[in-house]
């Protein structure tokens, strides 16, 4: 029902910045609650942003916050998130993740992001 796709993904030096896009295809986009999750090489994925359907509610891993902001256009069927500031270990690659309850859940294919020391 939903087909994502992640861009903007890169090799950036530390402090530096990017914006990664996920794009989504099918009906019903704003009804999904959408997530960024990141995984490194060796290490669990890790849950690094959230927000609602509505948009009204975000939420940040410890590690990101204040540095990352998540966003979302339901019109448009995109999410975002923008990284500055990013360290090291920001690198791994980032998935748009949606998902329902009732309609169930959706990953994309990921995007890498390597930060240099």
């Known amino acids: 029902q939903v087909q994502l796709v992640e861009s903007g993904g890169g090799l950036v030096q530390a402090g530096g910045s990017l914006r990664l896009s996920c794009a989504a295809s099918?009906?019903?986009?704003?009804?999904?609650?959408m997530h960024w999750f990141r995984q490194a090489p060796g290490k669990e994925r890790e849950l690094v942003a959230t927000i609602s359907w509505s948009g009204n509610s975000v939420n940040y891993a410890d590690s990101v916050k204040g540095r990352f902001t998540i966003s979302r256009d339901n019109d448009r069927k995109r999410m975002y998130l923008q990284m500055n500031s990013l360290k090291p270990e920001d690198t791994g690659v980032y998935y748009c993740n949606a998902e329902s309850v009732l309609l169930g859940t959706y990953w994309g294919q990921g995007t890498q992001v390597t930060v240099s020391s």
């Open positions: 099918g009906r019903s986009f704003s009804d999904y609650a």
